[in-house]
T-cell receptor, first 114, second 111 residues
Framework: GEDVEQSLFLSVREGDSSVINCTYTDSSSTYLYWYKQEPGAGLQLLTY?????DMKQDQRLTVLLNKKDKHLSLRIADTQTGDSAIYFCAVGQGRGSTLGRLYFGRGTQLTVWP | EAQVTQNPRYLITVTGKKLTVTCSQNMNHEYMSWYRQDPGLGLRQIYYSMNVEVTDKGDVPEGYKVSRKEKRNFPLILESPSPNQTSLYFC??????????FGDGTRLSIL
């Protein structure tokens, strides 16, 4: 399988940028996702990137992928208190015996202070 | 509205009493999956299905069964639940190779 690692906690002040990091082990990973989970809720897809991309920007969100280091990051610009949630990195392969499987990190709890 | 629907949302039951958590999706997705979420462990995959009548074990399949008789439904069956299966369960679906859509979760407590 795949090992996906994230730091467990991140605290930032409102208005600052947040950067959540993720590392993975399988270099054949094709799909890399960021999900957000608010308290008592399910997982909401935030953004995703394919392995043939280095960067993707979507409004306040920027995803950077360093394939050589197997490192993925999510940057949230102008972080708001409503961004407080758990953020999960998830990695999947597009072929072979693990086609369709998704491997999750343990989640990063982002706390935004006013 | 495109959605993944799980039932029940909450259940408290006792050890050994068979239970089924249903999952249904209305997006004609081939792929469906069950995960459990435990504090500090993230999401771990229990079973998944690439299409009707095709199911495979994930990382933590022990104590669970699934079936995929129809494309839209993927029930999770606990034949003899035990306290270590107390958890938050999520069903998800997608087209193969696309992001997974998640249900709202089912919180199970096994006493």
């Amino acid at each position: 399988g795949e090992d996906v690692e994230q730091s467990l906690f991140l605290s930032v002040r409102e208005g600052d940028s947040s950067v959540i990091n993720c590392t993975y082990t399988d270099s054949s990973s094709t799909y890399l996702y960021w999900y957000k989970q608010e308290p008592g809720a399910g997982l909401q897809l935030l953004t995703y990137i394919f392995s043939n991309m280095d960067m993707k920007q979507d409004q306040r969100l920027t995803v950077l992928l360093n394939k050589k280091d197997k490192h993925l990051s999510l940057r949230i610009a102008d972080t708001q208190t409503g961004d407080s949630a758990i953020y999960f990195c998830a990695v999947g392969q597009g072929r072979g015996s693990t086609l369709g499987r998704l491997y999750f990190g343990r989640g990063t709890q982002l706390t935004v202070w006013p | 509205e495109a959605q993944v629907t799980q039932n029940p949302r909450y259940l408290i039951t006792v050890t050994g009493k068979k239970l089924t958590v249903t999952c249904s999706q209305n997006m004609n997705h081939e792929y469906m999956s069950w995960y459990r979420q435990d504090p500090g462990l993230g999401l771990r995959q229990i079973y998944y299905s690439m299409n009707v009548e095709v199911t495979d074990k994930g990382d933590v399949p022990e104590g669970y069964k699934v079936s995929r008789k129809e494309k839209r439904n993927f029930p999770l069956i606990l034949e003899s639940p035990s306290p270590n299966q107390t958890s938050l369960y999520f069903c998800a679906s997608s087209r193969i190779g696309e992001p997974q859509h998640f249900g709202d979760g089912t919180r199970l407590s096994i006493l």
